[in-house]
């Protein structure tokens, strides 16, 4: 099975702040990389696809780069409903490992 | 408007079943895949596995082999996941995603609400 490793685990940041997650495969995935955002007691939603492509919807403040094995997710200026858990997802093979998720909390 | 209604909470005891439901709206339901995730209390995610709604073949993670059974009926447009023999780890909210498939990638772009299945004696 792929791993999926996320840092930080947890993250507390301002309002307006700029945000950068990484996560790592424990082997090339290509760009079968996927992000979600998860609020307490809500179904994840995904954010972005293909390691890049913005979800219809989602604002622009949010981008994902990299491919192979090192990824980002960055939030360019933090607004109050980000504050969340985020996951990365592989999709290149099966089981279609997730991150372990990284909270980020409201300094 | 897309989306997927997923069936009411469960108390189930060890050593019993469940099945989940999973009613899709609002899209050509044998166009996309369902996929399974569940969470259990304060964990991450976990991928139980995916149904292609078009031809029901199925693809489980490893360690839910022999326990887990995805099925689909087309006719209502309703995915089950039925989870036997359970134990107190199963003790989680259960989700169906939408599988998406692009030319770079597949991902999962609807989500239903969550089944809460609760495994105690």
């Known amino acids: 099975d792929i791993q999926m490793t996320q840092s930080p685990s947890s993250l507390s940041a301002s309002v307006g702040d700029r945000v950068t997650i990484t996560c790592r495969a424990s082997?090339?995935?290509?760009?079968?990389l996927n992000w979600y955002q998860q609020k307490p007691g809500k179904a994840p939603k995904l954010l972005i696809y293909?390691?890049?492509s913005f979800q219809s919807g989602v604002p622009s403040r949010f981008s994902g780069s990299g491919s192979g094995t090192d990824f980002t997710l960055t939030i360019s200026s933090l607004q109050p409903e980000d504050f969340a858990t985020y996951y990365c997802q592989q999709s290149y093979s099966s089981p279609n490992t997730f991150g372990q998720g990284t909270k980020l909390e409201i300094k | 408007q897309v989306q997927l209604v997923q069936s009411g909470a469960e108390v189930k005891k060890p050593g019993a079943s469940v099945k989940v439901s999973c009613k899709a709206s609002?899209?050509?339901?044998?166009?996309?895949?369902i996929s399974w995730v569940r969470q259990a209390p304060g964990q991450g995610l976990e991928w139980m596995g995916w149904i292609s709604a078009n031809n029901a073949n199925t693809n489980y993670a490893q360690r839910l082999q022999g326990r887990v059974t995805m099925t689909t009926d087309t006719s209502t447009s309703t995915a089950y996941m039925e989870l036997r023999s359970l134990r107190s780890d199963d003790t989680a909210v259960y989700y169906c995603?939408?599988?998406?498939?692009?030319?770079?990638?597949?991902?999962?772009?609807?989500w239903g609400q969550g089944t809460l299945v609760t495994v105690s004696s």
């Open positions: 082997q090339s995935i290509s760009s079968y």
């Open positions: 995603a939408r599988r998406w498939v692009t030319s770079a990638d597949d991902a999962f772009d609807i």
């Open positions: 609002g899209y050509t339901f044998t166009s996309y895949g």
């Open positions: 293909a390691a890049s």
